[in-house]
């Protein structure tokens, strides 16, 4: 018998439709909606956003091979654009403001159509500050395996949390308290596509500083100090607990979905293995801790013993002691008492376990037509980030483009292009590897990763840094088709 169990899920789609338009949709049409709601957060009640599928669960499921076909319906008072994080539609069905499409408009409904893929673990989200108020769903996209396997999905959204607003915490960021008329407001304030060449900034904000890994300077970790770090809403002091069968196999699928926070996953007692990374399978890697930045996705099978009881799922702050998750347990097992905050801080997240990683699928083996080197900067007054280099990207389609992405600041940076899905091919000009396919990198600081994408789907896709407020603050570029 199959164990599954999903959890949650998520997708989307673009073409604008009015609402009695809709009702001549196909029967296969889903409506996903935008909506507000209100959840507890440490004993105290927040209203956040919400996207849901027709069946009033978060976010939406396919199978692979299927199309998109997604009619989003924005019910909020306020304007929004939603991207398909993982999935590669034609771009002007891509969610960023007017690339090409303007924002979904309050009231408005858009239908999306086009080809899901090949399956995988993704996620939607706001591509605005709206992000940061938990304006993110799953998208799952189940290879044909994956629904004839037995064993248990389980869905794991992680998210770091405010009750101040996006655009507080971005102004506090950039040393102006007061917001500015700019920042007034927590939706669309953020640029759309800022080619902005400029530098970064701490401002007032806590954040953690450590030595970096691998070249002994000082490394910072984090902007913000947020007031909680969420698993499916939910925090330690409540976290959801999710029943699993002894001696039943699990495939969890982890999405970090935080705005400004990298994370490592802690298995605790278990074994688990890494069996694909952004939706892409990888050869197997065992292990009990796995890191992971914004924007990444891990797909970890693991099997409960045969004994039972009960293991947290835990996905620890980096670089600090906070931490989040769920529970798997068996039944009539003890749910131990688990504290949002524990007794170590996390780890650094870093590529060590990166550039182990093998792609199941990897893209063929030919030299690059077109090469790119793409800085990633800042300085430290007035909380600006560039990404000097990525004006210059033009390509056609067809070509093999690689490009390395050198960060000369003392903060990581996940980064993360649209509409494709790229390879890791090198480190800090090393040897070349087969690494994993993939959609969002981490670079460290001082240290340069190459990629290689096939140009194979026209357009001027976004690519930018997925920590929100580096992205908001200029580390946006483009990776654009010189026929489009």
């Given at each position: ?25 196909a029967?296969?049409?889903q ?14 009640a927040a209203?956040?956003y ?15 091979g ?23 539609p ?35 989200h ?44 971005l ?20 640029p ?40 499916n ?5 409540d976290p ?19 705005t ?45 013993p ?6 947290p ?21 003890t ?5 949002p ?8 997240v ?11 699928a ?7 037509d ?50 494709h ?55 946006m ?8």
């Amino acid at each position: 018998m199959n164990r599954r169990t999903l959890l949650k899920t998520a997708l989307g789609g673009a073409a604008i439709l009015s609402l009695p338009t809709l009702r001549a949709f196909a029967a296969t049409t889903q409506t996903l909606t935008l909506a507000s709601r209100t959840i507890e957060v440490n004993g105290r009640a927040a209203t956040v956003y919400s996207l849901t599928g027709p069946d009033g669960k978060p976010g939406l499921t396919f199978d692979a091979g299927a199309d998109f076909d997604v009619a989003l319906a924005n019910t909020l008072g306020e304007d929004t654009i939603v991207h398909w994080h993982g999935l590669t539609p034609p771009w002007d069905q891509d969610g960023v403001a007017d690339a090409p499409k303007p924002m979904l408009k309050a009231g408005e409904t858009r239908a999306y159509r086009f080809p899901v893929g090949s399956g995988g673990t993704h996620w939607m989200h706001a591509h605005t500050l709206q992000e940061q108020n938990l304006l993110a769903a799953p998208l799952i996209v189940r290879r044909p395996e994956e629904t004839a396997a037995d064993e248990q999905e389980i869905v794991i959204l992680l998210h770091d949390f405010s009750f101040t607003s996006a655009a507080e915490l971005l102004a506090k960021l950039k040393g102006n308290t007061s917001g500015g008329h700019a920042m007034s407001g927590m939706g669309h304030d953020m640029p759309a596509m800022d080619m902005s060449m400029q530098g970064m900034d701490h401002g007032g904000m806590d954040m953690g500083s450590m030595k970096g890994m691998d070249h002994g300077e000082a490394m910072d970790l984090n902007d913000i100090e947020y007031d909680a770090y969420l698993a499916n809403d939910r925090t330690l002091d409540d976290p959801e607990v999710v029943k699993v069968e002894k001696g039943g196999n699990v495939r969890l699928r982890i999405i970090n979905g935080a705005t400004g926070t990298a994370f490592s996953i802690d298995l605790g007692s278990l074994e688990g293995q890494v069996i694909a990374v952004d939706g892409q399978p990888v050869q197997p890697v065992d292990a009990r801790r796995f890191p992971m930045t914004m924007g990444q996705r891990l797909d970890i099978r693991l099997r409960v013993p045969q004994e039972g009881g009960a293991f947290p799922i835990l996905a620890l702050r980096e670089g600090g002691t906070q931490r989040t998750g769920i529970v798997i347990g068996t039944a009539g097992s003890t749910v131990p008492k688990l504290s949002p905050v524990g007794e170590v801080a996390g780890p650094v997240v870093d590529i060590a376990q990166e550039v182990g990683l093998r792609a199941i699928a990897p893209l063929a083996d030919r030299p690059a037509d077109v090469r790119y080197v793409v800085d990633l900067k800042g300085d430290m007054a007035g909380y600006t980030w560039s990404m000097p280099g990525s004006e210059a990207i033009r390509v056609t389609k067809g070509q093999r483009v690689e490009i390395d992405m050198r960060n000369a600041s003392m903060m990581a940076h996940p980064m993360h292009l649209h509409g494709h899905h790229f390879q890791v091919v090198g480190l800090d000009g090393g040897p070349r590897f087969s690494g994993a396919v993939r959609d969002t990198v981490l670079v460290p600081p001082n240290r340069t990763v190459t990629i290689a994408i096939d140009a194979e789907n026209p357009g001027r896709w976004a690519f930018h840094c997925h920590h929100l407020y580096h992205m908001a603050a200029g580390m946006m570029g483009t990776f654009a088709y010189d026929d489009v």
